[in-house]
């Protein structure tokens, strides 16, 4: 049977109609505008991209954008000035800082100079280490978004068996962590895993990012398991020209699983509307007001 495609970018519009729902009844209730903060150092074409999105959608979901284009010569000193500025900014409740950086500024000294409390891609060491311990946190939007994903489709994810290939600190572990406080079993798959493959054929949840493309075959998936595939990958078309694609054979992985997210269309949209929900729970948060239902972990 037919794998069920997880429709991140119907998922994701639903996401940010709640945000823009609950953005309005601040509004109107408290005369309260959630504001989200995007610095951006350097010239970086997709950094660019994500981050005229990232403005454009949250106006679009009525809060206030501000937009901090720096030049790629600016100093770390400058950098943490600004950021310095923006914590104390009451009109401001999410920070973010687009990585990569610079190579002559440390990336985190500047995550660890953000206020925890805006810290909306939950990167800061102290979010980090609430969400270890599973403590209300600021958690990162790609593994968020994953997580409601898999919510959404299984209901309780209790007592699964679930497999992340990757252990970068933006995805991997944050995922990890998460599945973990929903009760699943979970393995950590890297670069030196041994015989990775008999490893996700067990898992009832893959959650795939590595970078690598279509790396995951479908003769490694249970039949009826769940493919999350954060991977983003260009690739080059037999006909020429570029197309995107994840980690995870679409094809041949979608023959096997039960559902499965499609590259593009699956986990990136959920990033964004996940970063707006941040923006939104931490500016509820900050105001003693009570936070938005199913937005956050
Ligand atoms: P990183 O490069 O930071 O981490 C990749 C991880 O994959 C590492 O832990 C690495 O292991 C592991 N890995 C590499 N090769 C293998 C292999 N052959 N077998 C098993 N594991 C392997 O990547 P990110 O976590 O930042 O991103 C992963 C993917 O997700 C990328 O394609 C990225 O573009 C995408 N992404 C998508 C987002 C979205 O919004 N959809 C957001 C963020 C990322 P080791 O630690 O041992 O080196």
């Known amino acids: 049977m037919a794998a069920t495609v997880i429709d991140g970018k119907a998922f994701a519009a639903d996401v940010r109609s709640r945000v823009a729902e609950h953005v309005a009844g601040l509004k109107s209730e408290h005369g309260i505008v959630p504001g989200l903060a995007v610095v951006l150092v350097g010239e970086d074409p997709a950094s660019q991209v994500y981050v005229r999105n990232k403005g454009k959608q949250t106006v679009e979901v009525g809060m206030h954008s501000v937009e901090h284009r720096l030049d790629a ?12 500025d923006l914590n104390a900014d009451p009109a401001i409740h999410g920070i973010l800082c687009q ?4 190579d002559h500024i440390d990336g985190d000294t500047i995550l660890n ?34 997580l409601m994903m898999l919510r959404d489709h299984h209901g309780a994810l209790s007592g699964l068996d679930a497999v992340v290939i990757g252990r970068s600190n933006i995805v991997g572990k944050p995922m990890a962590q998460l599945l973990l406080g929903d009760s699943c079993t979970v393995t ?56 995107l694609v994840g980690d995870v054979d679409y094809d041949s992985c979608a023959a096997v699983a039960g559902a499965i997210t499609p590259v593009p269309g699956g986990v990136g949209p959920m990033t964004i ?10 500016c509820c948060r900050a105001n003693n007001l009570p936070e938005p239902e199913g937005l956050t972990a």
């Open 73 to 84: 010569t600016t100093s770390q000193e400058d950098l943490l000035a600004l950021i310095a």
């Open 99 to 102: 990585l990569p950086v610079p």
């Open 113 to 146: 100079a953000i206020d925890p409390a805006k810290d909306v891609d939950g990167f800061h060491i102290s979010n980090v280490g609430l969400l270890g311990t599973g403590q209300k946190a600021m958690v990162p939007c790609t593994p968020l978004g994953c």
């Open 188 to 243: 950590i798959a890297h670069s030196r895993t041994k015989d990775l493959a008999a490893t996700v054929r067990r898992a009832d949840i893959v959650v795939a990012a590595v970078g690598r493309p279509q790396m995951v075959p479908g003769d490694w998936i249970k039949p009826g398991a769940t493919v999350i595939d954060v991977g983003i990958n260009r690739i080059d078309k037999p006909e020429g020209g570029t197309r």
């Open 273 to 282: 509307a996940c970063l707006l929900a941040n923006t939104l729970t931490a």
